[in-house]
């Protein structure tokens, strides 16, 4: 059983910035696929980033490819989102989830709850 509990999020102006924590308890995280995916008001979930179990490997959606970027911190049971050039179209809630294997559709077991991103103009 993996819990997860999202932070960090906020408004900022836009091309500001934000660095979203997802902090995970069970011991068996940093053997699970970590996922980002938010959900703007009234449109459907949407992958935002993914990484692997290792951290070989990481995976982005065009739209935040070269400005997002994922991380993990295995000591602290954390996954990261640094969020940079933010733009209004990224205003969203954010979930952070975790699965044995890596997908970049909602299908993971575990979510967070959410955090509110808000980017104005």
């Known amino acids: 059983q993996v819990q997860l509990v999202e932070s960090g999020g906020g408004l900022v102006q836009a091309g500001g910035s934000l660095r979203l924590s997802c902090a995970a308890s069970?011991?068996?995280?940093?053997?699970?696929?970590k996922g980002w995916f938010r959900q703007a008001p009234g449109k459907e979930r949407e992958f935002v980033a993914a990484?692997?179990?290792?951290?070989?490997?990481?995976y982005y959606a065009g739209s935040v490819k070269g400005r997002f970027t994922i991380s993990r911190d295995n000591a602290k049971n954390t996954v990261y989102l640094q969020m940079n050039s933010l733009k209004p179209e990224d205003t969203a809630v954010y979930y952070c989830?975790?699965?044995?294997?890596?997908?970049?559709?909602?299908?993971?077991?575990?979510w967070g709850q959410g955090t509110q991103v808000t980017v104005s103009s």
């Open positions: 989830a975790a699965d044995p294997h890596i997908a970049t559709t909602p299908t993971y077991d575990y």
């Open positions: 069970g011991r068996t995280f940093s053997r699970y696929a």
């Open positions: 990484m692997t179990w290792s951290g070989g490997s990481t």
